[in-house]
């Protein structure tokens, strides 16, 4: 009889071990946001490939084509602080599934437009809509919620995704482009976003609390909060409330320059830029795509210093580096690519959106629990920044039949990031870690 209470515990101590060594659920929804957010970056990566064959076909100006372009990534900034407001009344899930249906369903009705007009409604209003219901708003929701450690490294893998999407669509859409129109290649990216949706239904839970764990890296058990009605009221709140301080505005403006330099330019204009001095599409779409290889080690890499790292001064450096590499850009567009050009897309593309885990972080310290809203709100600048460089550009492009005086500009506004970014004040007691 004494040796029962000893073989009674050793299953009792052996089965909390082999648990811990299973990897936490955190990272399995990390991994499906992941994937989703690759599938809402299909249809970004269109654009730039599309000016031409629109203005070909439909004798369409650049100026309109970049109008559409525009409104896309004005309302995928605006949508973002309400998106992530209505996660919170409504689940990650639901939210982010409907979504990827809205941005099928703008990017196959582009298959049958005839008109402007309907350019921007199917391009710009709805999918801009979608893309902003699952903007970097969703990645910094996510990681709020499931990881209580490492949520610089995860900040910078999610926002990878994007750049992972550029690259996995990028060079298979200009070759669909160039070999068989444009109709096709909106075919893909429709089919693509509701191939997601299913994985987003049945992987993707909202809060840890929902499997009965805690955050990882947390050292306790987190309730999962009540829904929040009035998502748009509360959206608006924090907006009000974060408007009155400082840092906001030197994040907002900040961001703005880097959409200015990132979606709005290069994204949208760096295809028929190159173009424009003989390279054929289908190689100035796969340097974008080499842009995204690098983009995900760049902004990993980021995430990973932002754990460890004043964040004011990142920004900083990542601001001038950028301004740096576009001021030399004109100077190394050519017919064919040269060793220089190569160092510029490892460069820029190291640099992309290397910007996003030390802003989000930056918002946590300032906001709180807020953070995702507020940083939805600097996405929006960002996007505005986005959204007024590809309809200049565009204008440039037809006034000057040129695109030089945009990259001088683009490197100047990165200069004046680099002021805004050091004098962004530090938070002495942080709301949140």
């Known amino acids: 009889m004494a040796q029962t209470p000893e073989l009674r515990e050793v299953p009792t101590t052996a089965v909390p071990a082999t648990r811990r060594r299973r990897p936490h659920r955190a990272w399995s929804v990390a991994a499906v946001t992941f994937l989703a957010l690759v599938g809402a970056a299909g249809f970004a990566s269109l654009p730039g490939l599309l000016i031409e064959p629109l203005h070909e076909e439909f004798r369409w100006s650049r100026g309109t084509i970049g109008f559409a372009v525009s409104v896309n ?64 708003a969703f990645a910094a929701t996510v990681t709020g919620r499931w990881f209580a450690a490492r949520r610089g490294l995860v900040t910078g893998i999610l926002t990878a995704g994007g750049a992972s999407g550029q690259l996995v669509f990028l060079p298979l859409l200009s070759w669909i482009v160039e070999s068989h ?45 009540e829904p929040r009605r009035g998502a748009a009221r509360r959206a608006l709140k924090a907006l009000a409330d974060a408007a009155r301080t400082g840092p906001f505005w030197l994040l907002a403006g900040t961001f703005a320059i880097c959409g200015a330099t990132t979606n709005g330019l290069v994204k949208t204009h760096f295809v028929p830029a190159a173009h424009d001095h003989g390279m054929p599409m289908t ?27 004043d964040s004011r001064r990142l920004l900083a450096a990542y601001y001038g580096l950028r301004g740096v590499s576009l001021m030399f850009l004109p100077m190394l567009l050519s017919d064919a690519v040269h060793p220089p050009m190569l160092f510029f897309i490892v460069f820029y593309g190291l ?37 007024l460089i590809a309809f200049v550009g565009g204008l440039a492009r037809d006034a000057l039949g040129a ?8 490197g100047a506004l990165c200069a004046l990031a680099v002021l805004m970014a050091l004098v962004i004040r530090r938070r002495v007691s942080p709301a949140t870690a």
Not at 195 to 205: E, I, K, Q
């Open 351 to 387: 640099d992309w959106v290397a910007t996003v885990p030390p802003t989000i972080a930056l918002c946590r310290e300032h906001y709180g629990e807020d953070a995702a809203i507020v940083f939805g709100w600097v996405l929006a600048s960002h996007q505005v920044g986005a959204a």
């Open 73 to 136: 990534l004005a309302l995928y900034g605006l949508t973002a602080p309400f998106a992530a407001a209505l996660m919170d009344r409504f689940g990650i899930r639901r939210v982010v599934a409907a979504a990827l249906v809205v941005i099928a369903a703008g990017a196959g009705l582009t298959v049958g437009m005839t008109a402007s007009w309907q350019l921007i409604l199917y391009w710009g209003v709805l999918v801009g809509l979608g893309s902003g219901s699952m903007a970097l």
């Open 403 to 410: 695109y030089d005086p945009v990259w001088y500009a683009s």
């Open 283 to 309: 190689l100035a779409a796969s340097l974008l795509a080499v842009i995204g290889v690098f983009d995900i080690l760049g902004t990993v890499a980021s995430g990973w210093f932002t754990d460890r790292f």
């Open 181 to 225: 129109g444009w109709r096709p290649a909106a075919v893909t990216v429709t089919l693509t976003a509701l191939a997601v949706v299913p994985l987003v239904w049945l992987l993707l839970r909202d809060h840890p609390a929902d499997v009965g764990l805690a955050p990882y890296g947390a050292r306790e058990f987190v309730p999962r909060p």
